[in-house]
C-alpha cells in the first residue's frame, strides 16, 4: 500500500512538471460599434445615409488559443490561432478566393522561439502590422484604413504559406524577414511573396521600416492575400491573366513615433506600387476604361503615396483624446494627373478598467478625381463623406 501512494506521488510529481512546462492561453476581442456614414452609394447610382451595427470598428473582433512548450535548453514550441467574427451577427470571417473556408483566417502559426528569435510558418501578417503600433492604427484602428492603411498593409494583410523570422530585441532594434511560397507547379517565382522590417523602440521614440513584395500566379491568386480577387476598393480586383510571376504589388512603409509626456505624436509615410495595374488587365477584368471616375479606385492605382500625421493625448490614465490626418495620392495607367483622398479623423477613448473601453470617433474625407473610398463599410458616392461611431470594445 505504502509503495502504491509512493508511486502515485512520483507520477502526480512528473505531470506536475510536465504541466508547469506548456501553457495555452485562450484570449480574445469583441468590438462593437454603431456607426453613421453620409453620402453612401446606394444600387442604381444614388446617394443616401446609411446607419449600421459594425463589429471590429478599431480591432476585429476575434478568438485565439496561444502556447508555448517548454523544450529545454532556452528552446520553445509556439503556436497562435486566431478566428475573426462578426459580433454583430455571430458570424465567422471565413473564406476567401483561395480557400473555401478559413477558419483560422487572422494567424494560423506554429513554430519555434530560442535566443535566436523566433520561426514561425503558417498564415500571419507580415512586419507592417508590427511597426503599425507607431501610426494612427494604434488607436483608430480600422478607422483610417480604407484612406489608405489597407493598400499600404499596415493594417494587417495576411500571408498564405508562409515561413518568418524574427529576431530577438537588440539593444532596441529587432528585425523581421518573410517569404511566401506561391506552390506553383513549375514556376516558383508565380505567387510567391517576400518582405523585410526593422523596428527600434528607445523609451519614448518608436520608428519603423519595412518593405514587401509579391508577385501574381497569372489568376490573382497569390500567398499575398491582398492580390486575391475582392469587392474591396483596397484590394486588387484583377486577375492578371497571363501575369505569372511578374511582380504585382510593391510596398514601402517608413513609420515614426515620440511620445511627449502625456502626448503621442506621430508621422508616416508609405509608397505602394502595382505596376501590374494596366489598362489591357483592366479591360480583360471587365472593370471598364479608367477614363471614367467610378473605376479610379485606390486598389486600381498604379501607384499610391500615403502621408499620415497624427496624435494621442492622455486627459488622465483612463482618457484619450485622438486625432489623425491622411493623405492618399494615386495614380492610374492611361489617366493624366492624379486622385487625391484625404480624411480628418478626432476621438475619444476611455477605459472602464484594464480590459473594456467606450470611444467615439468622428471622420470626414474628400477625394479628388478618384472614387472616394469612404470611412467605413462603404464607400461614398460624392466628393466628400461624413461618418460617426460610438462603440465599446471588451478585451479577454
Same mark, same amino acid.
Given at each position: ?65 496561444? /502556447?508555448?512548450?517548454? @523544450? *529545454? ?10 478566428? !475573426?467574427? #462578426?459580433? $454583430? +451577427? ?112 528607445? /523609451?519614448?521614440?518608436? @520608428? *519603423? ?10 489568376? !490573382?491568386? #497569390?500567398? $499575398? +492575400? ?112 492624379? /486622385? ?57
Amino acid at each position: 500500500m505504502k509503495k502504491s501512494l509512493l508511486a502515485l506521488a512520483v507520477l502526480g510529481a512528473f505531470a506536475g512538471a510536465a504541466n508547469a512546462q506548456s501553457s495555452v492561453t485562450i484570449y480574445g476581442i469583441v468590438d462593437t460599434g454603431v456607426v453613421y456614414q453620409s453620402k453612401v452609394a446606394t444600387t442604381g447610382g444614388g446617394t443616401g445615409s446609411k446607419f449600421g451595427l459594425n463589429s471590429g470598428v478599431i480591432q476585429g473582433s476575434r478568438l485565439g488559443f496561444k /502556447g508555448t512548450e517548454d @523544450l *529545454g535548453g532556452g528552446l520553445s514550441a509556439v503556436f497562435n490561432l486566431e478566428v !475573426g467574427f #462578426s459580433n $454583430d +451577427t455571430g458570424g465567422l470571417q471565413g473564406s476567401d478566393a483561395n480557400t473555401s473556408s478559413n477558419l483560422f483566417r487572422r494567424k494560423s502559426v506554429v513554430g519555434l522561439a530560442g535566443g535566436f528569435g523566433s520561426v514561425l510558418v503558417g498564415r500571419q501578417t507580415d512586419y507592417a502590422d508590427t511597426i503599425s503600433a507607431y501610426t494612427s492604427v494604434q488607436d483608430f484602428g480600422g478607422w483610417t484604413g480604407n484612406v489608405g492603411h489597407n493598400l499600404d498593409r499596415l493594417e494587417g494583410t495576411r500571408t498564405n504559406n508562409s515561413i518568418s523570422y524574427t529576431t530577438n530585441n537588440l539593444g532596441g532594434f529587432t528585425g523581421n524577414l518573410i517569404y511566401g511560397f506561391g506552390e506553383t507547379a513549375g514556376q516558383t517565382s508565380a505567387g510567391q511573396s517576400f518582405g523585410a522590417g526593422l523596428k527600434y523602440d528607445n /523609451g519614448p521614440l518608436g @520608428l *519603423g521600416l519595412n518593405y514587401y513584395q509579391s508577385k501574381a500566379n497569372g489568376t !490573382g491568386y #497569390s500567398s $499575398d +492575400t491582398s492580390l486575391i480577387p475582392s469587392s474591396s476598393t483596397t484590394a486588387s480586383v484583377n486577375t492578371l491573366t497571363g501575369t505569372a510571376g511578374s511582380t504585382a504589388y510593391k510596398g514601402w512603409n517608413l513609420v515614426a513615433s515620440y511620445q511627449f509626456g502625456p502626448t503621442r505624436v506621430y508621422g508616416n509615410w508609405s509608397r505602394v506600387k502595382q505596376d501590374l495595374n494596366t489598362q489591357a488587365n483592366l479591360t480583360s477584368a471587365s472593370v471598364g476604361s479608367l477614363g471614367t471616375l467610378t473605376n479610379r479606385t485606390l486598389a486600381r492605382s498604379k501607384q499610391a503615396d500615403v502621408y499620415e500625421i497624427g496624435t494621442a493625448y492622455s486627459l488622465t490614465p483612463s482618457l484619450k483624446l485622438l486625432a489623425a490626418v491622411d493623405h492618399t495620392r494615386a495614380s492610374f495607367d492611361g489617366v493624366s494627373g492624379k /486622385g487625391k483622398v484625404t480624411q480628418f479623423s478626432l476621438g475619444s477613448d476611455y477605459w472602464l478598467s484594464k480590459r473594456t473601453d467606450l470611444y467615439a470617433f468622428l471622420a470626414y474625407n474628400k477625394a479628388t478625381d478618384m472614387v472616394n473610398t469612404g470611412v467605413s463599410d462603404s464607400t461614398g458616392n460624392d466628393g466628400n463623406q461624413a461618418a460617426v461611431a460610438v462603440g465599446i470594445r471588451h478585451k479577454f
